[in-house]
């Protein structure tokens, strides 16, 4: 079973998409981190920023007691447990009095400087729960006041889940965003993919009519990049028909110089007459058979894989069983065709020898009726697609251990009918010479049923 399915276009939609989304991941994740570490900043700035203010505005009186009024500029810190919090306490002998902002309706917990140390500045910064069970970063600074060393601990309390909220709902945004930008990116990179091989697909529907003989050659503008394969495959035609054409008359040619001397000697053996003049015709009119027979094979032989021969059966059947039907007027003949139009993947006067040689036979042998029909082949995995033709009479058949026997050249089964008994060699020969089959069995009309079975093309 195969993984990575064999279209080009598929690789190539299917990589540039794996590609475009592991980028948006790259890019969303350097996004999120960047915002992530800029919103933190800004979160710690500000925080330290009101532990500033909050030391600057906090002062101690005369008897000890701290005093001030302390506003930070944030109402959060006047909504009771609001995650934002203030407070100044006092640490040293001789120093009382607290203040806390109104948000901070219950006392929060300081850690021991064993557990969160002060910095050499004698400051620190921890996270802790705060009184809504929200998450707080606190800010906390020991400062001295007044002229009598007295040492107060000022901490000041941000509402860290806001921040991880916003980072989320920045989070949310951004991923829909780019999965927006991420599928029109693959839409739009499909269609260019598309596009692009799009002259491919030309060159595929080119090569189907050439297959299909309703061109000659590839026809056609393409790309730069297609164009020399494009004329590779015209150069690649050309030489092939020039092969044919040069098997043909070679073929004619051999023909044409035996002709007269086969035809001499044949004259020669009729005017000698007696035993040795019939031997003569009989040696000479063999001579003839097997030299058309060869010749024949020959050109099948030399234009069987052509890409530029090319037959619609359908027709080519109608116009055989019609010609056929008028020489033979006391014969029923009946024909059954499919729907589909079927190409033979050979040459036109190949199908007609073939067919006329079982329609002659079937002809020959019938008593009333004979009955021709063209049908698909069924699919056979591993081979071509191919299509068949029954051809059924009515009259004696041939028994089954003889229908080997019939197929050899010159063989006849029956002396009470004309013929040369090369009628099924010739068809056995063609069918051989282009992989098809040929089988002979017992008809449903009590006769004989031929059945040929040859490559089609799509």
Known sequence: ????????????????????????????????????????????????????????????????????????????????????????????????????????????????????????????????????????????????????????????????????????????????????????MIAINAIAILYGLKPLRRVRDALAMVREGTAQRLDGRFPAEIQPLANETNTLIENNRRIVERSRTQVGNLAHSLKTPLAVLINEGHALGGAKGRLITEQASSMQQQVEHYLQRAR?????????????????????????????????????????SIVFAGERADLEELLGNLLENAMKWARSQVFVSLVLAPAIEGQPDSFEIHIEDDGPGIPPDKAREALRRGQRLDESKPGTGLGLAIVTDLVNEYGGWLGLEQSRFGGLKATVRLRRIE
């Open 300 to 340: 099948v032989a030399a234009q069987r894989d052509s890409v530029v021969y090319r037959t619609s059966v359908n027709p080519l059947i109608e116009r055989l069983v019609r010609v056929v039907g008028k020489l033979n007027p006391n014969t029923q003949l009946s024909l059954s065709l499919p729907s589909d």
């Open 1 to 184: 079973m195969r993984l990575w399915p064999r279209s080009l276009t598929f690789r190539v939609i299917a990589l540039s998409s794996i590609w475009a989304i592991l980028a948006l991941i790259v890019v969303f994740t350097l996004i999120t981190t960047l915002y992530r570490q800029a919103s933190e900043r800004g979160f710690d700035s500000l925080l330290s920023a009101h532990l500033f203010n909050l030391i600057s505005s906090v002062g101690i009186s005369a008897d000890g007691r701290m005093m001030g009024t302390p506003d930070l500029g944030d109402l959060r810190f006047s909504e009771p447990r609001s995650g934002w919090y203030w407070s100044v306490e006092p640490v040293s002998e001789g120093l009382s009095g607290e203040l806390h902002s109104s948000s901070m309706t219950d006392p929060i917990p300081s850690p021991h400087p064993d557990e969160v140390p002060f910095n050499v500045e004698f400051q620190r910064s921890y996270l802790a729960d705060g009184l809504g069970g929200e998450q707080i970063a606190v800010f906390e600074s020991e400062f001295v006041l007044g002229t009598g060393n007295q040492i107060a601990r000022f901490r000041v309390m941000g509402n860290e889940s806001e921040l991880e909220s916003e980072i989320s709902v920045f989070q949310r945004s951004l991923l829909i965003y780019l999965s927006i930008f991420g599928f029109g």
